[in-house]
Each structure stands twice: as structure tokens, then as C-alpha cells.
């Protein structure tokens, strides 16, 4: 099938209130352009300066999530155009968005990212790191950023209950903090977990973004 086809399968698969990121990153800008034709919106990347390369020449009015892992010292490349920053897994982190989005008058959405995954390979905070930050409250006196959800990704196994399991686990980890914390935002509301392989079991677990890539463009191309 087409990429315009794939968009429209998975996009018919999801709820009204889950969108989707279709994750782009090093496939080429004629790809995002067959997605985009398509209807789609919102693209995930996680390098700097293909993001930059790819929000100079495609349209305006896509919406660029930054999903991986983001070194401090790359957020000030990115901050003039992104729209969602996914995966904030540091005080540090979230400080140099701030800081980056305050020099040029911005203020970005992001997403706290949570590791609730026994792999030792993923990037985020455990809970309790994530109650602590948001307990001190430093966040609070941020202008250049809104914490707008969470963000998790499920361990990489074909044991669907575990899969679950994890997702749960960050769905009700999210009516935890939403009350205690951001009961009057209600921008606060996203929950980004689910990709080409499990996301049907996200879409059970209360994801509202999911983000999918393989499904849609198939396998990467590093060229």
C-alpha cells in the first residue's frame, strides 16, 4: 500500500480523541509530503538538523514533535519552530528549554517523559523522580514551557500483558499527578505511549498520541 493509504488505515484504527504523530524521522521529504496529501499533520523527528531542514522546506502549518532523547546542548537549535518537545526527562533539561524558548519570546508544550520499561536502555524519570520534580515546584516560575502530559514508551517485547501492563501503569500514574497538580490546566491532557506495534494497546490504556512510523513508511532510510 501507499504512504497516503497506510495514514489512512491507521488513522481510521483510532479513536476520535487519539491523534496521530507520524514518526518521519530519516525518511525523506517527498515521504512527509505523500502524508501530508494524505491529511496528516503532525510528524515526529529526533535530529536537529533534519527537523531544521525539513521545517525550512515543507509546509507551514505541519506540527513538529521532537520524540527522542534531547541533549541540552541541542535544544537551542530546535527551539524556534517545534511545537510539542516529547521526551523531558531531566530538571536540567526542562531548565534549557526554558531558558532557550525565554530568549525568543516562545513557550513550548512539553511532555514529561516517564521510565516505567525494565530496560535499562530507556531514557525518563522513574515516578518518584517525577513526583519530586513536580512536588519542588521549580516548573511552577517557568514561562518559556507547559507541561502539557506525559509521555512513555513500553517495552520492546511481544508479551502483550506486560505491554499493558506499563501502560496502565503511566495512564494511572496521570490521573495521579493531573489531580494533584494541574487539576485546573486542562491542557493538560495528553498521554504519549503506543507505536507501529503496540499502539492498539495503547489506544486501550487512554493514549491520546501515538506514534507510529514503520506502519506508515515502512523500514528507515538511513541515505
Known amino acids: 500500500m501507499s504512504i497516503g493509504e497506510n495514514i489512512r488505515e491507521v ?3 483510532l479513536p476520535e480523541d487519539v491523534r496521530l504523530v507520524a514518526v518521519s524521522k530519516y525518511h525523506p521529504e517527498e515521504a512527509i509530503m505523500e502524508a501530508y496529501d494524505a491529511g496528516q499533520r503532525i510528524f515526529g523527528e529526533n ?8 521545517h525550512t522546506n515543507l509546509p507551514k502549518d505541519i506540527e513538529w514533535h521532537f520524540i527522542g532523547h534531547l541533549q541540552t546542548n541541542k535544544v537551542r537549535f530546535i527551539v524556534p519552530y517545534i511545537s510539542v ?12 528549554i526554558n531558558k532557550q524558548a525565554t530568549k525568543i519570546g516562545r513557550r513550548i508544550d512539553v511532555l514529561l517523559e516517564l521510565h516505567i520499561a525494565e530496560e535499562a536502555t530507556k531514557y525518563g524519570l522513574s515516578l518518584d523522580d517525577c513526583r519530586q520534580l513536580l512536588d ?18 513500553a517495552s520492546n517485547t511481544d508479551d502483550q500483558a506486560q505491554v499493558m501492563a506499563e501502560m496502565t501503569t503511566a495512564a ?3 490521573d495521579e499527578i493531573k489531580s494533584k497538580y ?4 486542562d491542557s493538560f491532557c495528553e498521554r504519549s505511549w503506543g507505536m507501529s506495534h503496540d499502539y492498539h494497546i495503547a489506544v486501550e490504556c487512554r493514549s491520546t498520541l ?12 538511513y541515505n
Open 172 to 174: 494511572n500514574f496521570f
Open 136 to 153: 519542588e515546584g521549580e516548573w511552577r516560575t517557568m514561562e518559556g514551557i507547559h507541561i502539557i502530559g506525559l509521555m512513555m514508551m
Open 47 to 54: 535530529h536537529e538538523q533534519e527537523l531544521k531542514r525539513k
Open 85 to 96: 518537545i516529547e521526551a523531558v526527562d531531566s530538571l536540567k533539561l526542562l531548565r534549557e
Open 210 to 221: 501515538v506514534r507510529v512510523g514503520t506502519k506508515i513508511f515502512g523500514e528507515r532510510s
Open 11 to 13: 488513522v481510521s484504527e
Open 182 to 185: 494541574f487539576a485546573d490546566d
